[in-house]
């Protein structure tokens, strides 16, 4: 029997692909370079010759002046790298290994929106070629690969799939704003129509994360995977949001009670809070969407999202019976709003529910001013109509903690004060100053 690194040696001298890859005969391409696809295309320019395609001209032009328009890459990781920024879907051609990291959201019915999946496999399509890899890495409904979007690819191209072309898919699991789980340190998990073509694809995607590589058996399988890896943490918040609203009528503290609970070494810490964003609050939908179009109606995913989707009106409530419970009248009452974006040390607005959180407060007759140095006011403008205060001066009835930025983690209580009337309320909306504030009226859930 030959040894393991022969038989290893072999598959890698059967690869076509991936030695032309290596070799610089032929290209990788990526298309939609957001979050996931520019830290993917950055680090397979390293390896491989990489055609980065965004149908973005401003966030191309950014991007060949080496800075990210998602402000998550530094300038320096730009240098050096084989790569072509372009606009110009024919530059696909160039192209024989392609990428697809285009935005899969909801519409405003929640259900899922996916034109950008398929303007972008329409394009790759007309670049596709006989012997031509295409690899979908934008979190989809099990099946979508296969049943939604080959018919695309081969309508557009006139070739077949599993004959002429490759398919694979490979989902993303990058964190905005985490430095420590990359692209290039993660378990990257891929899947393809067969064996050699998983090979191929392994052998690709191996070359740029040192976290290693999980074949998963089938392309359904790896969709199915990423779906669930964020519905799994959307319940798990859901579940400590609602034993907030529980724990706050039986008066107990929550933050106590999870610290307690958390004594146990299978007790899962989850913090209760908001959840926005493109893929915790929106990845669900996709799955319900395939699951109600086989007839079920899901209860726990479902009642999951009802939770997390409302925990913005309650907060608000619990605040406005704050300032009430202090002899302040709502309509009468101020409030500050820190940090607008998504989630921590991100500048990423779109899908805040922060946002809903201050329209709430509104709907009570709270003024409401806001703040967030990471936001961008333009696009605050754009996308909400709302004005960012540069410094907050105050004094407020109320400063509600919302999105816990670094910097808004080691504010000194004096500074609180002083944006603060007297008597006034600090919600601590992430409880990040348990135990560190001594005089203010302080509350967390
Ligand atoms: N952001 C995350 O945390 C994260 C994590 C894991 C997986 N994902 C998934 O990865 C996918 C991409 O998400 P993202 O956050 O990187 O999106 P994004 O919104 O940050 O960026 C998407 C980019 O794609 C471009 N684009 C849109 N349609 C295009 C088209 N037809 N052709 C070419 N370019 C196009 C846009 O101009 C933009 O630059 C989604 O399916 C998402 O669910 C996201």
């Not at 074949?215 to 669930?228: C, F, G, L, R």
């Not at 007839?295 to 608000?316: F, Q």
Request: aromatic residues 8%; hydrophobic residues 40%.
């Amino acid at each position: 029997m030959p040894e393991p690194a022969a038989v290893e040696l072999v598959k890698i001298k059967q690869m076509r692909i991936f030695n032309d890859l290596e070799s610089g005969l032929k290209a990788v391409s990526v298309t939609g370079l957001g979050y996931v696809g520019l830290p993917l295309a950055l680090q397979m320019a390293q390896h491989f010759r990489v055609i980065a395609f965004d149908r973005c001209p401003a966030r191309i032009e950014m991007m060949n002046r080496g800075k990210d328009p998602s402000n998550e890459i530094d300038a320096d990781e730009f240098e050096g790298k084989k790569i072509e920024f372009t606009s110009d879907e024919a530059d696909l051609r160039k192209a024989h290994f392609h990428i697809v990291t285009v935005p899969t959201p909801i519409d405003q019915r929640r259900v899922p929106e996916m034109s950008a999946l398929f303007d972008a496999s329409r394009s790759v399509a007309k670049s596709l070629k006989k012997g031509d890899y295409v690899i979908y890495e934008s979190t989809v409904y099990p099946g979508c690969t296969e049943e939604d979007c080959v018919p695309l690819l081969e309508e557009n191209s006139g070739l077949k799939s599993g004959v002429d072309f490759k398919l694979g898919y490979s989902p993303e699991r990058i964190n905005p704003g985490d430095k420590i789980h990359t692209v290039n340190k993660i378990v990257k998990v891929v899947s393809a129509q067969d064996e050699q073509s998983l090979e191929e694809v392994s052998a690709v995607y191996s070359k740029i994360t040192s976290g290693g590589i999980y074949k998963a058996p089938s392309i359904k399988v790896a969709e199915a995977a990423k779906v669930i890896e964020n519905t799994q943490r959307d319940l798990n918040i859901a579940f400590v949001n609602e034993l907030a609203i529980i724990f706050q009528k039986m008066g107990i503290n929550t933050r106590e009670v999870l610290e307690t609970a958390s004594t146990k070494w299978n007790f899962m810490p989850f913090k209760p809070g908001l959840v926005g964003g493109h893929c915790i609050g929106v990845d669900p939908y996709y799955l319900l969407y395939k699951t109600r179009k086989l007839g079920y109606e899901p209860e726990v995913i479902l009642s999951g999202r009802r939770i997390n989707d409302s925990m913005h009106l309650w907060v608000a409530k619990k605040l406005v019976q704050l300032l009430t419970s202090k002899g302040v009248n709502p309509v009468k009452s101020k409030v500050l709003v820190m940090g607008l974006s998504f989630k921590e040390n991100v500048t990423d607005i779109r899908n805040s529910k922060v946002f809903d959180l201050i329209a709430e407060l509104r709907s009570f007759g709270v003024e409401v001013e806001m703040v967030d140095p990471l936001a961008d006011p333009a696009e605050v403008k754009k996308l909400y109509g709302e004005s960012v205060t540069e410094s907050p001066v105050g004094p407020y009835d109320a400063v509600l903690l919302a999105v816990p930025h670094r910097f808004y983690s080691d504010l000194s209580e004096e500074y609180l004060q002083k944006l603060l009337k007297a008597d006034g309320v600090f919600f601590d909306l992430k409880s990040v100053y348990a135990g560190r504030i001594k005089n203010l009226n302080h509350y967390m859930i």
